[in-house]
C-alpha cells in the first residue's frame, strides 16, 4: 500500500491537521510507503510536479490518499498523475465524487436517508420548503457549516432558509453550488456540543467493497449512548453494509444515526480517504487497509 500525505513537518493547530498526521505516521509504522504532496499546486504548477519524486512501478500498486477534502479538479489530476506511475487510488475520480456529494449519493440512499431536496439558488427555496415543511436541515453538498453551530444548519421558515442557501452558496468548498434542504429528524442524544449542536448518536463505519474494516462512535468523549449491544451493532452494520452495496464505491465511508424513536437511518457518506477517524483508533484501522492488496 502506497499512501499519498499532505500532512506537514509545519505547526498547525487544526484537528484535521493533526489526524493526517496520525494516520501518515500509522502507516509508516506498519510497513506502508509514504509519500509527501503539496496541499495545492501554488508551486509546483502541476500533478504532475507534485508527483515528480515518486518513482515509477512496475506494478500496479494500491493508492490511498491522507489529506484534506480537495477540490474536483484536484482529485481528478492527482489520480491520472498517481496512475501514471502505478499507483491506483482506491476510488476513482467518478467514485470519489459520488461518495462526497450529497446530490450524487442521494438517489441511491432513498428510503434509508431523511426526504432531501438539492436546490442550486435561492428561488428554489420556496418550493423546497412547501415540499418538506420546516424546520428543515440545510447543508452544502459536500459539507455543512454546522461548527458554526445549530442555527447555521436549521432553518424554521423561508427567510431563514434564503438565508442559510445564501450563506452556502458563497461557501464553494462546502456547497459546490449546491445547497441540500433536508426533512429535519431527532436523533437520539445526551449532550449538546459547545455550539449547541445536539451530539446525536452516531456511528462512522469504514468500508472496502461492502466490507465493514472499523467503525466507531461519531463524537468526542464518552457517554452511555455511545456503546452498542449485539443487536444494535448487527442493526448498524447491516445498515451500513446495505448502504455502501447501492453506493458501490469501493472505499467509503458511512455515517448512522439513531431516531428518537430508536430506528437507525444513513445520515450522509464520503470518501473514506477523506473522512475523520472519529473515536476508531488509527493503528486499528490501518492494520484493516495495508492488507487489502
Not at 462526497?100 to 428510503?111: A, C, I, V, W
Not at 457549516?145 to 450563506?167: D, S
Not at 455550539?195 to 452511555?224: A, T
Request: proline fraction near 4%.
Amino acid at each position: 500500500m502506497i499512501v499519498l500525505s499532505e500532512s506537514t513537518e509545519q505547526i498547525e493547530s487544526s484537528a484535521s491537521a493533526s489526524e493526517n498526521k496520525l494516520m501518515t505516521e500509522t502507516a509508516r509504522i506498519l510497513g506502508c510507503k509514504v509519500y509527501y504532496i503539496p496541499r495545492d499546486f501554488q508551486r509546483c504548477g502541476t500533478a504532475e510536479n507534485a508527483l515528480w519524486h515518486i518513482p515509477k512501478s512496475a506494478v500496479e500498486t494500491a493508492g490511498i490518499w491522507v489529506g484534506y477534502i480537495p477540490k474536483l479538479e484536484r482529485y481528478e489530476t492527482i489520480y491520472q498523475a498517481a496512475l501514471a506511475k502505478g499507483i491506483r487510488l482506491l476510488n476513482t475520480p467518478l467514485e470519489h465524487q459520488k461518495a462526497l456529494e450529497f446530490n450524487l449519493f442521494y438517489p441511491h440512499l432513498k428510503g434509508l436517508t431523511p426526504d432531501s431536496v438539492v436546490i442550486n439558488s435561492t428561488d428554489e427555496c420556496i418550493e423546497a420548503g412547501e415540499l418538506l415543511g420546516f424546520p428543515v436541515f440545510v447543508k452544502g453538498t459536500v459539507q455543512s457549516i454546522k461548527m458554526q453551530g445549530w442555527k447555521f444548519c436549521i432553518a424554521n421558515n423561508q427567510k431563514e432558509l434564503i438565508k442559510i442557501t445564501e450563506l452556502l452558496l458563497k461557501f464553494k468548498e462546502h456547497s459546490r453550488g449546491r445547497v441540500i434542504v433536508r426533512k429535519l429528524v431527532k436523533l437520539r442524544h445526551q449532550r449538546l456540543a459547545p455550539n449547541g449542536f445536539p451530539m446525536g448518536r452516531e456511528f462512522r463505519c469504514f468500508i472496502y467493497k461492502q466490507q465493514v474494516l472499523k467503525y466507531g462512535y461519531y463524537w468526542d468523549g464518552q457517554n452511555d449512548l455511545s456503546k452498542l449491544s449485539q443487536q444494535e451493532e448487527k442493526q448498524v452494520l447491516n445498515l451500513a453494509i446495505l448502504a455502501s452495496e447501492r453506493l458501490d464505491v469501493p472505499y467509503v465511508a458511512i455515517d448512522i444515526g439513531q431516531l428518537e424513536s430508536g430506528d437507525w437511518i444513513v445520515i450522509e457518506t464520503a470518501d473514506a480517504q477523506f473522512a475523520g477517524l472519529c473515536q476508531i483508533p488509527a493503528l486499528e484501522l490501518w492494520n484493516k487497509l495495508k492488507d487489502i492488496y
